[in-house]
Structure formats: structure tokens, C-alpha cells
């Protein structure tokens, strides 16, 4: 079981980012304690010396409250919830807490299988009050066999080595959610053969398709006949305000789902989109090439993969610290992953129409 590396005590009241912190201690993970010392000027640290209590999935947990804990982001967090769907299924009275950041919440929010959602950074009496914790920030990174084991098995193995009966990711589109969707968006299958939503970039530029490789794609499909959803900030790409082209970045994340659901097929990196998109079992086209497919999209029977490779793949890198490339990357000063350069375009546009006949 991995736990927290840090206490760390704030002094007084202080804005962290884009909310208040009172003064008290929370439990922070090595690098979110750099991050919170950073943006803070009256904190301190000290190492975790508190009492963790693992989850014991072979003890009756009628009534009892587990606290998962994780800062982001929604594929993380999306990957959280097989084990806490198997919880709720052995034992609906338990209790599922889930600590994250308010920026990341959004995933999880309409699934009924979780209790309360916390803010982040995690005090220590909410801490303290759980009857067991899970924490799950940075321990995917740590964690040895992540090069090795999907991880959603990773999350498993935190929660006591809990046999997960469905390893599918779960998201849940509300019905106000669905009818604003199709009420901006209605469908118009007289004109298009089909409507794809495109996921343009991961926060993380390793994880990337290149932007010129992106567009071949993208001006091929709307040469097809395809309405085409952009999400993100495709400043970058031509033709982005073309007929039968949207842009979508002025959005909320739950919002953006909804949109997304309304789609035909999903192209992704390995990024958000796509894991949301296999947890709504849409038809989805996924690009790796830092992380092999296997560790990600495996347990989502909707998604399809589609692998770069190079010499240097996989490099299984996490973005950390401003850092997009790992030492010594060949093509990091281009700005982008050799491995997921070399999916030609034209294999993408396959992939996605028989994704789409397969639907």
C-alpha cells in the first residue's frame, strides 16, 4: 500500500490557486508538496507519520467509509472506478469517498457509486475520519510493475489485491447533460456520413499527434463528408472553422462529454478523451506511442489502437514538472513523439471508418 510522503501545515488562511486553504495540516504526495511550497508563503512540511488503514476487501465493509485519493487527471481518475463499482457492488452500503482536485472532479461526478467528493488537497481530519484510505496520487508512477500492469490493475492492487469482476471504465452523462448536447448539436445524418469528435492535444506534448499529421487526417474525413468536433485548442490546425466543422473550447469539461457522446467515433491520443470515450463505449480510434496500448485501453472493448513505433519506444515518460520529453528524446526540439509520428494519416482514416462500420 502506498500512502502520503508529507504532512504539509499551512500557518494561516492562504489562496492556493484558485481557492482558499485554511490553515491546518494535508496530506501531499512528494510532488505536490513541491507545488503547494511554491504557491504558498506561510507553509511548512513535515513526513507523514500518521496511521494508514488499507482497504481489506475480505472484511465486511457494511457501513464503512474508504477514502480514495488522487489529484487528477480523468484517465486516473476514470480508472478508479472498476474497484469502486466491485465495492459498491459486494457491499452497497459502504461508504466511497473520493479526494481530487476541483478541476478533475468533473469525471466523477453523476456516478452513483461515489458518496461525497472531496477537495483537494486532503486534510488530515478528513484523513483521520475514513476507515480506510487508498491513495492513489503518484503511486501509478511509482509503482515498479506500472510498465507491466494496466492500471486499473494498479488501482486493484491498492485497494488490497480486490478481484474486479468488469474492469471497464464508467462515466455518466446526466440527461439535462444529453438534451443540452443535442439541442446545440442536433444530428443531421441528410448531410454528413458521420460525426467524429477529435481530441486535438494531451496536456502533455510527448502524448501529442503531430499537428500536420493531424490535419492530413482531419481534411481528409471532411472530404469524406464528415462533421467534424474539435476539442481543445486547435489554433494550429487549417480549415478549423470550415462548414460542417465545430470548435469546441469554450466549454466545460462535462459539458464537452456530452457533446462527445453525441458522436459516431472518437479519435484521441492517449489522453482523457479516449478514456472517457471507452467508459461511454463509443467507437474510438486511440494513438500511443509513449505507453503501450495494452496498459491503457484494454479493459475499453470500444477503443482500438493504434501503435507508434521507434527505436525509443515505448519510453513510458509521465509528464512532470514542465518536463513533455524524456532526457535524450531524438525529436523532443520538433516538439513531438517520433513514435506516434510514424501512424501514417491514412492508416487513421481507416482505422476510424471501420470503426464507425463496426459501431
Partial sequence: MTRPDYIFYLLSEETVGSKSLRAGDYLVSRQNAAELLSMTEAGDLCRFRGESRPFNPHADQYGMTTLFCRSGGFGDLLAMTPAIHEIKTRWPMAIIQVATHERHAPALENNPDIDEIMPWPVSKQTWELADAHVWLDQSIEKQANSRTTHFVDLVSQECGGIEVSDK???YHVS?????????NFPPKEATY???IGVQVHSNARNRTYPVKQLHQVLATLHGKGWEIFLFGAPSALRDADAPGVHVITDHKFRQSIAILATCDVVLAPDS???????ALSLPTVALYGPFPWQLRTAYNPSVQALQ??????PCMHHFAKGKHFPEGCPTAAEGF???LASIEPDRIVRKIEEAAQRG
Fill in 193 to 195: 456520413c458521420g460525426r
Fill in 308 to 313: 507508434g513505433r521507434a527505436p525509443c519506444a
Fill in 272 to 278: 482523457a478523451f479516449a478514456h472517457v470515450a471507452g
Fill in 337 to 339: 513523439c517520433q513514435a
Fill in 168 to 170: 471497464r471504465m464508467r
Fill in 175 to 183: 440527461a439535462d447533460e444529453e438534451v443540452e448536447a443535442l439541442l
